[in-house]
């Protein structure tokens, strides 16, 4: 059997490039397709074995550092790719992957990590963001993204099976395609936490200073509190925004061993994103650290909140510092009923093994529907 697998761009080893990687474990032999490789060699994990084959973006001037700038191509590149040759087509799609063509002779199955944020029910944020709310270019960037959004609607017909990482991913899916998906949490690295020998006196947030994340909202909450010690692990153009405070600690990008030992002596993690999956929320738990959350997204898949008997965290309900400084609060006087047995137990649920075992599962299912379909069809004639 040929299997191709198809992403979106290859730029860092971050979640959806850890859930390609898997794929690959699962299917050695598959050949790798991607609009745009920039992944730097050293840092690719299993990828760095692979061939791989990019598409004429890949050559087009400045790409490797604005294959961005090149988004209205995407579509007609991700359309370029033949696969006819192939059997059995997975996909990892955040944006356009999902698109490839196939033919009736073959089983698509797409891991869809996110609709495109941008290009749906996000759109008026991230255009505010970008600053580019008004103006000549706002309306032409808001007829592209009019485009993307048709192209993106026509396209999720195309696999035999979507796959979303989350239920929050889910649910998106079903609004915006109008088809059910079967949930597949990505995989996470638990063999890379452990927990500490002892806890430290600080809390942790680790994420970039992107305004989605939150960032700096978890900053201005310690700020307000003094009495509490936070690092800060993460970097990025808000960062500048963050309002110095003695008690808040701005670590930037630390080595992977670093970040890991920092998590397991923290007393809990703080994320205020509203994320498809959010892997950190894991990485906490498999570290033996509870989670602080907003209560919001894919959180809500990998967090046990009190007062589940195993509870891992506690939510907060709306993004304000406000209902940090409170959740924070509470935090302190159930601090004791977090205990690290229920957090390890919790992570397992996320491992790598785990997912291949799920993934591989629903692949030899499409497998022998498609086959059953085509028996079928021979009988008849």
């Known amino acids: 059997m040929k299997v191709a697998i198809v992403h979106d761009w290859l730029q860092s080893l971050y979640g959806s490039e850890r859930v390609v990687e898997q794929i690959l474990a699962c299917f050695p032999q598959a050949e790798l397709f991607t609009l745009v490789d920039v992944m730097p060699k050293g840092v690719r994990g299993l990828l760095e074995e692979v061939t791989v084959r990019t598409s004429f973006i890949q050559n087009l001037p400045f790409a490797r550092r604005h294959f961005r700038h090149y988004l209205p191509l995407m579509p007609l590149a991700i359309e370029q790719f033949d696969l006819g040759r192939f059997d059995l087509v997975l996909s990892s799609s955040h944006a356009f992957a999902k698109g490839v ?153 630390l080595p992977r061993a670093e970040v890991a030992r920092l998590l397991a002596e923290a007393r809990a993690l703080v994320f205020a994103a509203e994320e498809d999956f959010g892997i950190t929320l894991v990485e906490a738990q498999a570290a033996g650290t509870p989670v602080i959350a907003f209560g919001r997204g894919g959180a809500l898949d990998s967090v046990r909140p009190a007062p589940h008997p195993d509870a891992t965290g506690l939510f ?46 629903l692949v030899t299912a499409a497998l022998a529907r498609h086959q059953l379909r085509g028996s079928g069809s021979i009988s008849a004639r």
């Not at 592209?144 to 959004?149: E, Y």
């Not at 924070?328 to 690290?340: A, G, M, N």
Request: proline share 6%; hydrophobic share 40%.
């Open 101 to 253: 063509l196939t033919g009736p002779h073959q089983v698509h199955l797409a891991y869809v990590h996110a609709p495109m944020r941008y290009a749906w029910e996000y759109q008026h944020q991230y255009l505010a963001e970008a600053g580019l709310d008004r103006g000549l270019r706002s309306w032409l960037l808001r007829w592209q993204l009019h485009r993307l959004r048709n192209w993106d609607f026509r396209t999720g017909a195309g696999p035999d099976r979507l796959i979303a990482n989350s239920e929050f991913i889910r649910q998106r899916i079903q609004r915006i395609y109008r088809r059910d998906a079967t949930v597949i949490h990505p995989p996470v690295r638990l063999q890379d936490f452990a927990p500490a020998p002892s806890k430290g006196d600080h809390f942790i947030a680790i994420s970039r200073f992107a305004p989605y994340k939150r960032t700096e909202l978890i900053c201005a909450a310690f700020a307000a509190m003094p009495d509490l010690k936070l690092k800060v692990i993460g970097e990025g153009a808000g960062q500048a925004r963050v309002r110095p405070a003695p008690n808040v600690e701005l670590l930037g990008t």
């Open 316 to 361: 907060f309900t709306e993004q304000s510092e406000g209902a940090i400084c409170q959740a924070v609060r509470r935090f302190l006087q159930e601090e004791d009923r977090f205990t690290q047995d229920a957090l390890l137990r919790n992570a397992a649920r996320f491992s790598e093994e785990r997912f291949r075992e799920r993934y591989l599962a």
